[in-house]
């Protein structure tokens, strides 16, 4: 199925050749046939399968559609309020939770013609790099079952990656579609920060979580964050639809591309093989004559993960502040209200959110704020014009996604920090809220290296244009 771009299925399926009903329950087979790898929290079954039937009926009395995803199945992470399955953020605070509404990219893609049909694994409130912090399950690497499969996204990684579904979509907070898109050997793309309406999504980290795609080929991506871009009212957000990705983005009519090598993050700690991989692909783009190739060096982000795990925690803790048992989420009444909060709070979340809260906590209290949250916003925006000066002479940045392959599910559990460490190449991206992709490059002992391209504020079509120009040369 996933072979053929998902313009070439809807083709078919509105020349009646192509049933939508069979091709979502070819998704259920898929699913069944590769449970081992638990991507899945929830199917939405029953509902998918009456959408589905539905389509099929407009085609079979010759009704005519111009919606662009009719009848294509996908997979939505499960933080994406939903109907059809309870909506969990992989966390029990949330386990039995059915969403009033759903979130506003679900609604644009299914208006055209799109069907949800499961919800994906990820870590606990999206906060993870290994989808290992999940309180239901850890979901597999598709190409090492004994190695994780990158977070926070995970199963909606996987989901592509095994070809369940054309493409699935996921959140990006810190690296969270970029880096499983890299363990998994898909295109992972997180656009510039509010292109994409973040309303009935669970909040995370409130100025950098960001709404993206998996897919497995530039057009499928072009394709479906066209159709979940533009101003959202009930997200105020969101940018101007005049920025919004137009399907197909035109390669720019320069003649030349510029490219710049981050040299940041090409230090020691990088993994030789993700090296190697590396060097091979700036090797093919410094022969090719339509590119500039040079190197930056960009000292800001040295800064960037520490800023990271001071700026998320603190609104994490904000936005996980609603979550006390009484208006929302697990709850296990006490004789009082104290014990009541402490239980609920202390039941529902896990490891990973009560040490987000603490460190966010700590970092806006009185005495600290200035030493630590302010601190982190200043040099934030150093950061954000560090990006800025460089992008008035580049066009793009690239540099490895990630430092290493994928590695071994609890390898990293045992030190918060080690796992933390994973972010390091993805996470300044989002304090400065530009468009990033993750392409699939190579492959060390048969586990994918991916490469990131980044591209200035806004100019999401010019960056996903130059990654359909390298598409074919990688």
């Known amino acids: 199925m996933n072979s053929q771009t998902i313009e070439a299925l809807v083709t078919q399926i509105k020349a009646g050749s192509l049933s939508v009903l069979k091709l979502v329950e070819d998704c259920y087979d898929k699913i069944e046939a590769a449970q081992s790898f638990d991507f899945i929290i929830a199917e939405t079954k029953q509902r998918a399968l009456e959408r589905a039937k539905t389509l099929d009926q407009e085609i079979a009395q010759g009704k005519r559609s111009n919606k662009r995803l009719f009848g294509i199945p996908f997979i939505a992470k499960d933080n ?60 597999k690497n598709p190409y090492d079952v004994t190695r994780v499969p990158g977070g926070s996204s995970g199963g909606s990684a996987v989901a592509v990656a095994l070809q369940v579904v054309p493409f699935s979509i996921g959140t990006d907070t810190g690296g969270s579609i970029r880096q499983p898109a890299s363990f998994c050997g898909v295109i992972g793309y997180k656009p510039t920060y509010g292109l994409v309406s973040r309303s009935g999504v669970i909040a995370m980290s409130s100025s950098m979580d960001t709404i993206g795609v998996f897919t497995n080929n530039i057009d499928d991506c072009q394709l479906v964050m066209d159709v979940m871009s533009g101003q959202d009212p009930l997200d105020s957000t969101t940018l101007d639809s005049k920025h919004k990705i137009v399907y197909p983005s035109l390669p720019s009519k320069s003649s030349q591309f510029k490219v710049a090598v981050i040299k940041n993050y090409l230090d020691d700690a990088v993994d030789p093989k993700v090296r190697a991989s590396f060097n091979v692909f700036v090797s093919k783009l410094k022969s090719d004559p339509n590119i500039v190739l040079c190197e930056i060096d960009l000292q800001s982000l040295k800064y960037a993960l520490a800023v990271y795990y001071v700026l998320g925690p603190a609104e994490i803790a904000s936005n996980l502040g609603r979550y006390d048992g009484l208006r929302f989420g697990y709850s296990n009444p006490s004789d009082s209200i104290e014990e009541t909060y402490l239980s609920n709070r202390t039941n529902g979340f896990g490891a990973e959110a009560k040490r987000r809260i603490m460190i966010g906590t700590y970092v806006l209290s009185s005495g600290y704020y200035d030493a630590y949250y302010k601190k982190a916003q200043k040099v934030r925006t150093i950061i954000v014009d560090n990006f800025k000066q460089a992008f008035l002479k580049h066009d793009f940045l690239i540099g490895p996604t990630v430092p ?68 074919g040369k990688i």
């Open 80 to 139: 994406f309020l939903s109907y059809g399955a309870k909506t969990t953020a992989a966390s029990k605070m949330l386990a039995n939770f059915e969403a009033p509404y759903q979130a506003t990219a679900i609604t644009k893609l299914e208006d055209e013609g799109a069907i949800c049909v499961a919800k994906s694994n990820l870590d606990a409130f999206a906060h993870g790099s290994s989808t290992e912090n999940s309180d239901f399950m850890i979901t």
């Open 404 to 471: 290493t392959p994928a590695f071994k599910i609890g390898q990293k559990t045992k030190h918060s920090m080690d796992m933390y460490l994973s972010d390091i190449m993805t996470v300044a991206a989002n304090l400065a809220g530009i468009p990033d992709i993750n392409l699939p490059i190579d492959r060390a002992n048969n586990l994918p290296v991916g490469v990131q391209i980044m591209a200035n504020q806004t100019q999401d079509n010019q960056l996903l244009a130059f990654s359909k120009y390298l598409e």
